[in-house]
């Protein structure tokens, strides 16, 4: 017998469907894995992350972002240009180091005008910046955490009624 349909083994939408689910998964479950490391599990490994308040770092850094540090790394490894989180009073500081010298650290926020001075010793390091999220600070601080843990859960529930 002789088949007269012309079916296509496949269409065009399918696979369109199929790769915009791959590549929501690999955005979602990326985005889910980096929220987890940076509200949590970054302590497991020697990393803690801190919201940035001010603005003394912009544009690099800007207000509201988070910043993540290596608070297990050497304070005698750092060096002039590396940024780093110290602590004066009751404030940690994201600021770039300057100077070393044997009194200390001298750093400096880029968007300041002038030095701190001599801020940091081995007492009240904290850590060296491993990398930087600009606004994710805002949206995981105080009540953004639960929005933004809401809106994972309603964007996935959503996702998951889409691919059936």
Do not use: Q
């Not at 603005?55 to 750092?78: E, F, H, Q, W």
């Not at 309603?154 to 059936?164: D, R, T």
């Amino acid at each position: 017998m002789e088949s007269t349909s012309s079916e296509v083994p496949f269409r065009l939408e399918d696979i369109f469907m199929k790769a915009g689910k791959i590549i929501f998964n690999v955005i979602y479950w990326g985005l889910f894995s980096v929220l987890c490391f940076v509200m949590a599990g970054g302590k497991l490994i020697g990393c803690e992350s801190f919201t940035v308040l001010s603005g003394s770092m912009k544009p690099g850094i800007p207000v509201g972002s988070i910043v993540t540090a290596d608070t297990r790394y050497d304070y005698d490894s750092l060096k002039e240009g590396d940024i780093i989180i110290f602590r004066k009073g009751d404030t940690k500081v994201t600021h770039r180091i300057r100077s070393i010298t044997e009194a200390g650290i001298e750093t400096k926020g880029d968007a300041n005008n002038a030095s701190d001075g001599i801020t940091t010793t081995k007492e009240n390091y904290c850590g060296k910046i491993l990398f930087h999220i600009p606004v994710l600070g805002f949206v995981i601080s105080g009540k953004g955490k639960f929005y933004l843990i809401g809106g994972m859960v309603v964007l996935y529930i959503a996702h998951l009624l889409m691919c059936e």
